[in-house]
Each structure stands twice: as structure tokens, then as C-alpha cells.
């Protein structure tokens, strides 16, 4: 049941440009871990090389041990969500999760299951290109769970949800990671992280300039906002 | 690795299917040989042959398979679809295969649907012409026409994994069998190396026989391997 993500000096440029140096940091079970930082700071290129998308420079990411591009049933370890619904907008939603159930072998019930599961239930035959910004977010999530993985990897998934949404996944997180899962979530929102982290990953300019529990993160701070631009700001961290 | 292979085919069998302009370019494409066999065979000046008036549909037909190729490939590049499609299959060589696997399935059913509606629709319409009919087996060039048809949108799969969208692809790929190969033709004995023109051995024979079917086949394939091979070097490379 234990699975751990872990991102090892990880370096990636584009160009001459280094938008990621050195990033270091791991995911626990049983525990939700917060990547935190600004815009541009580097957490989505981090997720993308840790889910196999882009090719780091340097460095490794790992789930248990293994890249993400050497898992068989991927859909069975890691659930993971990007930005956007990642469905094309002429297709249903329920073509969408079809599909990637195919892909992996899971069986074709958990379509159905996931989409109840988001509240998405009743919009199966709707076509993403109809969804709301919150939809399309609640079919990323659907997209996560399909395999019901060990380790959930999510980018920014409280972007586009309602404050009920936000409750909800608050708490569908928490009891991923009490049941002994992994969640690692990305954000640049300050107060959702402080709600729903227990472990928070800070990062500005590509790299990790503070990682711990969230109270050992924020100690000697008033508030993680305080913490938070006293570790991003221009004159801390990063260059 | 067979296993996963399998069923990465399956999901782009779904995937296919779950495509509103895919089913329209399937269906467009039987339509269009309703329409087209129906009005040679109904024209006295037409063939009078079920067979040669169904071959004469076929240049037509093409856009039809064209069209599935690239909107297989093509519609990867839409809305983050190609993030979702390596996050469940990360290996950068199950994915192509399994798309060619299931384009070629989907073409060469469209294919020989079409090519079997055409066939009964140029029967009737001659019958009503009150020309007689002549039954025998089924001729070797209505196959090479369903092969060429698969095959020729093999093009248009490659060229839009190589130019990673639906639209300039579909341009691209209908300009040159449309228009591009026969205006070269009508300039140069050469155009009989374009894809379409080798292809189309397989269902017309070479007036001038420099290429036989076979060669014409093979002429046909080198033109997709090399595009193709071409794609996939970058996509193995690029980043997502």
C-alpha cells in the first residue's frame, strides 16, 4: 500500500533559460503534500516530468522507485489531472473516461462510478466543449480516480470550483491520503494548501527553498502568507 | 507488452468512435459513393460497368479516408488530449502503433462499405438503365480499391503527426491528391511517384507500365514510412 513519490535534483531548461534547478522533495503516504509557489514557478513543469510528459535535464522522478514511463497500468498507480479537462471538446464525458479505462484495463462500471462520484452523474452525454470551467475540473478529477490509484497527482485542482467543489475535494483528499494513499496537489492559493496540506513543498524561480510539515514550514512566521512571501519574495530563495 | 498494446488499440478504437467528425467522415464518406456511383451509372454516357463505375468513384472516396487519418492523429493536439493519451499509455511506440492499428481498421471498414454500397448502388441504377449486368466474383481491383483507400489516408495520419494539427494537415494532404498530383501529371510522366498516383496501381492499371501494383504499392508505403518515421522521431523526442 505504500507508495511514494520522489522528485530527485531535478533540472530542466528551455532553452538557455533554467526553469527548474535542483528540485528536490517527496511525497509521502497517508499524507497530503502541498506544492506551493507563484506563477511560473515551476510546479506544473515539475508534475509534468514527474507524470512522464516532459523529459527532464537532470534528476529523476519517481513513483515507487520507477519512472512513470516504465509503469504498465498507469491509471492504476497514479491518478493524475493537468490543467484543462484534457478531453476533447466534440467528445462526451463518458466517451472520454471510456476510453482511458480501455487503455488500462479498468473495467468499463467505473465510468459510471467516477462520474457519480464528481457530480457529473447526470452530464455523461454531454460534450466537454459544453462544460463549465468547473465541469471540465470535475472531469479532470473523474479522469484521476478511474484507476483507483495509490497516489493522486493533481495540478492546481481546486481552480474553477465552487466553494462546495472546494469542500468536497477537501475532503475526498483527506480520505485518500487517511486511507494510507498519496496525494501530491499543486496551488498557488496559500489558504486552500494550509487547509488541506499536512506537508508543503515551497517553491520559487525552479527551486525548493523550504519543505517540511506545514508547522515546521511556517514556524516564526505569523501566518503561511507571511511565510509564503518571506520565502518567494525577490529577495529571498530564488535569484 | 502484447497485452498493452492491445489494449492501447482498444482505447483508440473508443477514441475514434467518441469523434462526431470522425462518424461524419465515415458516413460522409458511404454518402458520397451513394451519390456519385448512382449518378455515373444513371448517365448514358457513363460507364456501363458496376465495377469501372465504382472505380471512377474512388478519387472522391479518398477524401473520405484522408479525413479519418488525420482526425485520428490530428485531434491529439486539441484541448490536451495527447497529455491524457501518454499519461495512460507513456510509451512513445505503443501509442503510434495502436493508432495505426485502429485508423487502418476504421478505414478499411469505411472502405469497403463504401465500396459495397457503390457497387449495389451503380447495379441498380444501371438496371433501371436497363443495361445488362454481367455477375461474376468479386474483381481484384474493387480489393485494391478498398486497400488503397486505407491506405492513402495512411498520408494523411503522417502528415498530421508531423504537423501536429487537423486543419493544415487536411490542407495539405487533400491540396496534393486533389490538386497538387493531377496537375503534376498533366506536366510530367515523373507525378507517377506522387503516393497517390503509385496507389492507385492497385486499383488502375499503369498505361505506360513502368510500375506494376506491387511496385506502386511499395512506392506508395515509402512515401508513408518516411513521413511517418519522421513524426515519430520527434515525437519521441519532443516534449508534450
Redesign the interface.
Known amino acids: 500500500m505504500v507508495l511514494m513519490l520522489s522528485v530527485e535534483r531535478l533540472v530542466k531548461r528551455r532553452g538557455s533559460r533554467e526553469i527548474l534547478t535542483d528540485v528536490t522533495f517527496r511525497a509521502a503516504p497517508g499524507r497530503v503534500t502541498g506544492l506551493l509557489g507563484p506563477n511560473g514557478a515551476g510546479k506544473s513543469s515539475t508534475l509534468?516530468i514527474l507524470?512522464?510528459?516532459?523529459?527532464a535535464d537532470a534528476g529523476t522522478a519517481l513513483v515507487d522507485g520507477q519512472p512513470?514511463?516504465?509503469?504498465?497500468?498507469?491509471?492504476r498507480t497514479v491518478g493524475?489531472m493537468?490543467?484543462?479537462?484534457?478531453?476533447?471538446?466534440?467528445?462526451?464525458a463518458r466517451?472520454?473516461l471510456?476510453?482511458?479505462a480501455?487503455?488500462?484495463?479498468i473495467p468499463i462500471r467505473r465510468v459510471a462510478e467516477v462520474l457519480d462520484q464528481v457530480g457529473l452523474g447526470a452530464a455523461g452525454g454531454t460534450r466537454?466543449g459544453r462544460f463549465s470551467l468547473g465541469m471540465c475540473q470535475r472531469l479532470g478529477l473523474a479522469?484521476a480516480l478511474l484507476g483507483e490509484p495509490r497516489a493522486l497527482v493533481l495540478d492546481e485542482p481546486v481552480n474553477g470550483l465552487d466553494p462546495e467543489g472546494i469542500r468536497w475535494i477537501r475532503v475526498l483528499l483527506r480520505g485518500h491520503a487517511d486511507a494510507g494513499g498519496t496525494v501530491l496537489l499543486s496551488s498557488h492559493l496559500m489558504r486552500e494548501v494550509d487547509e488541506i496540506a499536512d506537508d508543503l513543498v515551497v517553491i520559487a524561480h525552479g527551486r525548493v527553498v523550504a519543505a517540511g510539515p506545514i508547522r515546521e514550514v511556517t514556524a516564526g512566521y505569523p501566518t503561511l502568507e507571511d511565510a509564503f512571501f518571506a520565502l518567494t519574495g525577490p529577495t529571498a530563495g530564488g535569484r | 507488452m502484447i497485452r498493452s498494446c492491445a489494449r492501447a488499440t482498444a482505447a483508440e478504437l473508443a477514441k475514434l468512435s467518441g469523434l462526431p467528425a470522425a462518424l461524419a467522415a465515415v458516413f460522409g464518406t458511404i454518402g458520397t459513393a451513394v451519390a456519385i456511383t448512382g449518378a455515373l451509372a444513371a448517365s448514358p454516357v457513363g460507364a456501363n460497368e458496376p465495377v469501372a463505375v465504382v472505380l471512377q468513384a474512388v478519387p472522391y472516396l479518398q477524401a473520405g479516408t484522408i479525413t479519418l487519418g488525420v482526425l485520428a492523429v490530428g485531434t491529439e493536439y486539441a484541448d490536451g488530449q495527447l497529455h491524457t493519451t501518454l499519461r495512460c499509455v507513456p510509451d512513445r511506440l505503443v501509442v503510434p502503433a495502436a493508432k495505426a492499428l485502429a485508423y487502418l481498421a476504421w478505414a478499411a471498414g469505411t472502405a469497403v462499405a463504401a465500396l459495397a454500397v457503390g457497387l449495389l448502388t451503380a447495379r441498380i441504377a444501371l438496371a433501371t438503365r436497363d443495361v445488362p449486368v454481367v455477375t461474376d466474383g468479386l474483381p481484384w481491383n474493387v480489393v485494391g480499391a478498398a486497400a488503397y483507400l486505407a491506405l492513402i489516408g495512411l498520408l494523411g495520419f503522417a502528415l498530421a503527426a508531423l504537423l501536429r494539427a487537423v486543419v493544415s494537415a487536411l490542407v495539405v494532404t487533400l491540396s496534393l491528391v486533389l490538386v497538387v498530383s493531377p496537375v503534376l501529371d498533366a506536366v510530367t510522366p515523373h507525378a507517377r511517384y506522387l503516393p497517390d498516383r503509385a496507389g492507385g496501381l492497385l486499383y488502375l492499371p499503369d498505361q505506360a507500365q513502368v510500375l506494376t501494383p506491387a511496385t506502386g504499392l511499395l512506392v506508395l508505403l515509402g512515401w508513408v514510412v518516411v513521413l511517418a518515421s519522421g513524426a515519430l522521431a520527434a515525437f519521441r523526442r519532443r516534449d508534450a
Open positions: 509534468r507524470l512522464g510528459l516532459d523529459r512513470y514511463r516504465r509503469l504498465r497500468q498507469p491509471l493524475s493537468l490543467e484543462g479537462s484534457g478531453a476533447h471538446r466534440s467528445r462526451t466517451n472520454h471510456t476510453w482511458m480501455r487503455s488500462n484495463g466537454v479522469a
